[in-house]
């Protein structure tokens, strides 16, 4: 398959573009910094800018990664930091779709990552609470988000409308907290517990699971 990854020098894209190459795919990984993906995969794949995305058309193209997004386990969450999260999703998006709806016959297939949060906060009402896990058919609070990740959600899996009202394919990957041994969220927990600072996190009742809908 011919694929196109955006936001490959991330934690997911990490892992997942050495196993796209091992399964002799052809891949194009899309991102701000050229040198940064080579320095990071090699010259085994074909990188390029969003500017020469275009140049691409969409019909030699068997699907599209998208993995694009401010890291938000990086720094505080200041109004700034939140404003990059939110626009670099949707802004990556945009650009994607906008470059699919060019096809001519052939429709790529879209896989957007997103993740558990555009579900909302749980209701934890009632003594003792009863709290349902999230499924794939539960009901999502469009236009009425419950926090900021479930707004960060909306208006990024929103901004695929377009091509799903096109009858492009579309995948939205939910995900939850992706965990590698001495990597991502566990490499940050791994000074704290060494040194007896951690702690139980939830009482066991909590519920973190990912989801991957397909359109």
């Known amino acids: 398959m011919r694929i196109i990854i955006t936001g490959a020098t991330g934690f997911v894209g990490r892992s997942l573009v050495p196993t796209l190459l091992k399964q002799q795919h052809i891949v194009f990984l899309v991102g701000r910094d050229i040198a940064k993906i080579y320095k990071v995969f090699g010259e085994n794949i074909k990188a390029l800018t969003w500017n020469q995305l275009e140049n691409i058309p969409p019909d030699d193209i068997d699907a599209v990664i998208n993995l694009a997004g401010e890291n938000i ?43 558990i949060g555009i579900y909302g906060l749980q209701n934890n009402e009632g003594n003792p609470p009863v709290i349902s896990p999230f499924i794939e058919t539960s009901q999502i609070p469009f236009g009425q988000p419950t926090d900021f990740l479930s707004d960060v959600g909306q208006a990024w899996e929103g901004a695929l409308k377009p091509a799903i009202e ?10 939850a907290v992706v965990l590698k041994c001495r990597d991502g969220i566990l490499k940050k927990l ?19 699971l990912g989801y991957i809908l397909t359109i």
């Open 73 to 115: 386990g990086d720094g505080l969450w200041t109004q700034a930091k939140k404003a990059r999260i939110k626009t670099s999703r949707i802004n990556a998006a945009n650009q994607i779709v906008n470059w699919a709806l060019c096809y001519q016959q052939k429709k790529p297939h879209i896989y957007n990552a997103s993740a």
């Open 190 to 208: 791994e000074l704290p517990y060494s040194l007896g600072l951690g702690s139980i996190l939830g009482n066991g009742n909590n519920h973190l």
């Open 166 to 175: 096109a009858g492009i394919p579309v995948t939205f990957m939910r995900f």
